[in-house]
């Protein structure tokens, strides 16, 4: 069996696989409270079964909630002896557009910024590199009419065309992404500098 969650936006998905069948989803639209909703969800959707690989959501997204599914990963992992790999919670939000051609992920960030990625939506094969830009610098950096995500409508605007489709990742697209993007190592992927910064000694 294969686990999968994600908990990077307003969101919290989970879905459970036997071999390429997904056989229980769960996906919630909570805001805020993923720390206390994550492990009962799962457990609801294990229903006593375990898992001997898991996949989680690492960013980019909300920095909270990426480390609350990550230090659920890592825990359950370590209590099932479970491999645990990473996955671009982008590639999972672009697998769910249902659509051909090119979709653009857009997830807003902080400081008024997005996090922005193209993807061929047949493949969720990622077309440009993971940026983290204003909306008028995110506006110039993507070319696909479809816009999806949080950060959807704010890029649309900017950009003055296209379809904005706000929408969430669903664990029960984890096997749609290509290998690369579900064997990250599971640790968060920010795409920003932190904001805290080293001062250096006089």
């Not at 990625?117 to 009419?145: G, I, K, Y």
Request: glycine share 10%; proline share 5%; charged share 20%.
């Amino acid at each position: 069996m294969l686990l999968a969650f994600d908990t990077s936006s307003a969101a919290c998905t989970a879905a459970l696989f036997d071999g390429d069948v997904c056989v229980a989803q769960r996906d919630e639209l909570i805001g805020r409270g993923h720390s206390e909703r994550l492990v009962p969800m799962i457990a609801e959707l294990l229903d006593g079964r375990g898992a001997d690989c898991i996949l989680v959501g690492v960013g980019p997204g909300s920095f909270t909630g990426i480390r609350v599914a990550i230090a659920a990963a890592h825990g359950l992992a370590i209590g099932w002896n479970a491999e645990l790999h990473g996955m671009s919670s982008l590639a999972l939000l672009a697998a769910g557009a249902a659509n051909d051609g090119a979709v653009a992920a857009a997830v807003v960030g902080g400081h008024g910024e997005l996090f922005v990625q193209q993807f061929d939506a047949m493949t969720a094969e990622p077309t440009t590199e993971l940026r983290n830009l204003v909306p008028d610098e995110a506006a110039r950096f993507t070319t696909a009419s479809l816009v999806i995500g949080s950060g959807a409508p704010r890029l649309v605007d900017a950009r003055g065309s296209g379809e904005a489709r706000e929408a969430w990742p669903s664990a029960a697209n984890a096997l749609k992404l290509p290998q690369s993007l579900r064997s990250l190592p599971p640790k968060p992927v920010y795409a920003r500098a932190p904001d805290a910064k080293v001062r250096e000694a006089a």
